[in-house]
């Protein structure tokens, strides 16, 4: 089980405005609450439940739902007193009714703040119940320990840990799926469904952990995965490398495949490592290739008509900046100018997507094509000024027009400012309500390009 | 216009006599006419017991949790000379925050009224060892306490604590905290040990308010659950305690200390390391030695 001293520390963060993430208390919440049949158990102080559901759910595409979230999830609501005298009295309380009242397959305590910094031995607490056969788990998940992103990676090295079984019967037909965090994540569903599909063409069920179509059953005996794929350069890789030690199942950490031209590089990708024929392979992508372009073709007249092919400032986390940059590029031929990348990360992280990412988009989207890494909402407009503006104050190049900007809802201002479209895909997503939809995938592509497409015509 | 309350603050290392020293001084400050009150602020909560007839009061802390909020006669409790007792509590030892604890029995004073609804004049902060969190600095922070005064010996790691304690009042010194009334040095009978707190005094610049010696009539006086005040008025050691509560009464101005160092300390107590070894192998007689 999780220990608070066992942890890593996070790199610092000094101060910086308009973050786009919560804290690691969110993070996990959002993902414990989109695990099937799973009680949250809020080791926390008053606030933070209220916090979440009504913040951080509203900039998730409005969806608050989940098997037990929002308002309805038990919360040990520590006050003064506990504070003072411990919260580990309180905690078994409020975990022995939730275990009474809540119809749930898994507890899941979750830990804010209050308890880490007067040190509730919480380990113990749950101990007893797990020891009681109550199947009960933890993850250490204070806010000053991380973001949304590190709580995210806890509740998946928990489920590592506590939930997934040892030892379980292989099983040659099954791939786990990570790396898309519920919520932050805001198309978690449709995206983590979308890889479901593509892993179902090459042959294998996916067991992809949250969200419908999740199964705790399969959770549990995932150790007999054949492949576990991460879908992030980041997220979830120290997770998977937990997953490995712990299990000895291999990972390979591939993009968020958004669209036909990376949905095409995944299945060669994901073909090879799960040792699928490449003629197979191939045929899988010609069918699905000609299938996908056969709709797009529907848009092609009013495409030329707009001259939507576009400049485009992408803003988003590692996972969506360089997957949305992608798609603009590879599948609609627009022009990512400027990719801002807004997780707040250390030199190691921001070389390694460097690495991954930066020789594709310098050698497709043209010599301009920028990549920052700015986690301070703040300082956004200034890069912005630095390639963007200056390009069009020239009085006859006015180049970089007509542009869109594509980023998240806090990206509004700056749209307007530049006289662009603007399209909310990344978190906060607060202007659209998001259920099933998501951009992997053929179909996940064409979703994306009538979003796009869209927001050119929003206003009329 | 309401009077002012003299606050004060004793701390110093764990078991070196703050508790003691502190009821001997609210006793003699109580049997010379003033209304005193004792605050422990310790979570073993002992601080008064000597007060009491060597019992525990409840707690500030374990009061507040059973009713949610506290009235003050449910928390101040008088003792032996009419010394108002009260303890601030706090948790079981390895759970929870007894700093926080603190801040939260102080808080509730404040909240009463207690001081003047019980027209107190010298209110006595009896403060937990080692000052291990910000709540424990909290009676020399905010305004509370304006004189800290430090009980210690003349062992070596005291004075350590001691000087950590200086470079806890320089720190909050120039934001309206607690400044140095002065060292109470306890235990003191060989004519060394009068010299290294002496020396370490100098060097910190500061002074020492009272010798306090090292007597078995605090020990049997403790043993009946009194002060000394209570159990032998007329011994020595009563009139040690008589004399340093006047000192206390009419002090005004505290300073703020300048401590050692790390290493000034170390190089100081090994200058005194090889004076007490020249004393003891007879090389110096002890009276030239110091
Ligand atoms: N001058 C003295 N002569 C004899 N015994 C003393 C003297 N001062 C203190 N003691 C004894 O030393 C012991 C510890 O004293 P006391 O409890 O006052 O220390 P303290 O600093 O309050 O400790 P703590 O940090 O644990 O609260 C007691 O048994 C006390 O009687
Ligand atoms: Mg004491």
Redesign the interface.
């Known amino acids: 089980m999780t220990s608070i001293l066992d942890e890593p520390l996070p790199p610092l963060v000094s101060a910086l405005e308009r973050p786009r993430w919560s804290c690691a208390l969110g993070g996990a919440l959002a993902a414990v609450g989109a695990l099937p049949r799973t009680i949250p158990v809020m080791h926390a102080g008053p606030g933070c439940a209220s916090n979440f559901t009504w913040m951080q759910n509203g900039s998730g595409g409005l969806a608050t739902g989940g098997y037990c979230s929002g308002l309805a999830m038990p919360g040990s609501n520590l006050q003064d007193s506990e504070v003072v005298f411990g919260g580990h009295e309180r905690l078994g309380e409020e975990l022995a009714n939730a275990i009474k009242i809540m119809d749930g397959d898994l507890y899941f305590v979750l830990t804010g703040c209050v308890p880490e910094v007067i040190g509730d031995d919480v380990d113990a607490v749950v101990a007893e119940y797990a020891n009681d056969g109550k199947p009960v788990v933890f993850a250490s998940t204070a806010g000053f320990k991380g973001n949304s992103y590190f709580g995210y990676e806890q509740v998946l090295k928990t489920l590592f840990k506590s939930v997934v079984e040892k030892g379980a019967p292989k099983q040659n037909d099954l791939v786990n799926v990570w790396g898309v965090p519920p919520t932050q994540d805001v198309f978690w569903r449709g995206n983590l469904q979308g890889v479901a599909r593509l892993l179902q063409l090459l042959g294998f069920r996916a067991n992809y952990f949250f969200g419908s179509g999740a199964d705790l059953d399969l959770i549990k005996k995932s150790a007999g995965a054949r492949l576990n794929i991460v879908l992030s350069d980041l997220y979830g890789i120290e997770a998977a490398e937990l997953f490995k030690e712990l299990h000895g199942v291999d990972f390979i950490s591939t993009p968020l495949p958004f669209g036909a031209a990376a949905t095409e590089k995944f299945l060669r990708t994901v073909g090879a490592a799960l040792k699928v024929s490449g003629e197979a392979v191939e045929k899988i992508i010609d069918a699905e290739g000609r299938r996908h372009y056969e709709y797009l073709e529907g848009l092609l007249e009013v495409f030329n008509d707009m001259e939507a092919q576009r400049y485009a400032i992408v803003i988003g986390d590692a996972n969506y900046a360089f997957a949305t940059a992608d798609f603009l590029a590879e599948d609609l031929g627009f022009l990512p100018d400027l990719i801002a990348v807004t997780d707040d990360l250390t030199a190691e992280k921001r070389e390694i997507l460097l690495t991954k990412r930066s020789a594709r988009v310098a050698g497709r989207y043209g010599e301009k094509s920028q990549v920052v890494f700015i986690a301070d909402g703040a300082h956004l407009t200034e890069a912005v000024d630095d390639t963007w503006r200056a390009e069009s104050w020239k009085k006859y190049h006015p180049a970089k027009r007509p542009a869109i900007v594509v980023g998240s809802s806090l990206d509004r201002g700056l749209a307007a400012a530049l006289g662009a479209a603007h399209l909310t895909v990344a978190f906060p997503v607060s202007n659209r309500a998001v259920l099933n939809r998501g951009y992997t995938g053929y179909d996940g592509g064409l979703t994306l390009a009538e979003d796009v497409i869209s927001s050119f015509i929003a206003a009329r | 216009m309401s009077k002012e309350i003299k606050q004060i603050a004793i701390y110093g290392k764990g078991g070196i006599g703050k508790s003691t020293t502190s009821s001997n001084i609210s006793a003699a400050l109580a049997k010379l006419g003033y209304k005193v009150m004792q605050v422990g602020c310790d979570p073993k909560s002992d601080s008064t017991n000597t007060l009491r007839g060597g019992t525990y009061i409840p707690t500030v802390?374990d009061t507040?949790?059973a009713k949610g909020k506290v009235t003050a006669d449910e928390i101040i409790f008088t003792g032996a000379g009419g010394v108002y007792c009260v303890e601030a509590g706090?948790?079981?030892p390895g759970?929870?925050?007894?700093g926080?604890?603190i801040i939260?029995a102080v808080e509730q004073l404040k909240q009463l009224r207690v001081f003047e609804n019980l027209d107190i004049d010298i209110v006595l902060y009896d403060v937990l060892g080692d000052v291990v969190c910000g709540g424990f600095a909290v009676p020399i922070r905010e305004g509370i306490a304006k004189h800290v005064f430090t009980v210690t010996s003349s062992d070596f790691m005291a004075i350590y604590a001691a000087n950590n304690l200086f470079a806890g009042i320089k720190k909050y010194s120039s934001t309206g905290g607690a400044l140095l009334g002065g060292i109470i040095a306890n235990s003191i009978n060989a004519p060394y040990s009068r010299a290294i707190v002496d020396d370490f005094a100098a060097r910190t610049q500061t002074q020492i308010v009272e010798y306090v010696p090292r007597s078995v009539t605090v020990t049997q006086a403790e043993l009946q659950g009194k002060t000394v005040i209570e159990a032998a008025p007329d011994s020595a050691q009563a009139q040690v305690y008589l004399e340093l509560a006047e000192k206390i009464a009419k002090h005004t101005d505290s300073k703020t200390p300048n401590p050692m160092s790390v290493e000034e300390l170390h190089q100081w107590a090994g200058s005194w390391a090889e004076k007490l070894l020249k004393i003891e192998t007879g090389e110096v007689a002890p009276k030239d030695g110091i």
């Open positions: 802390l507040l949790r706090g948790p079981a759970v929870g925050c007894a926080r604890g939260t």
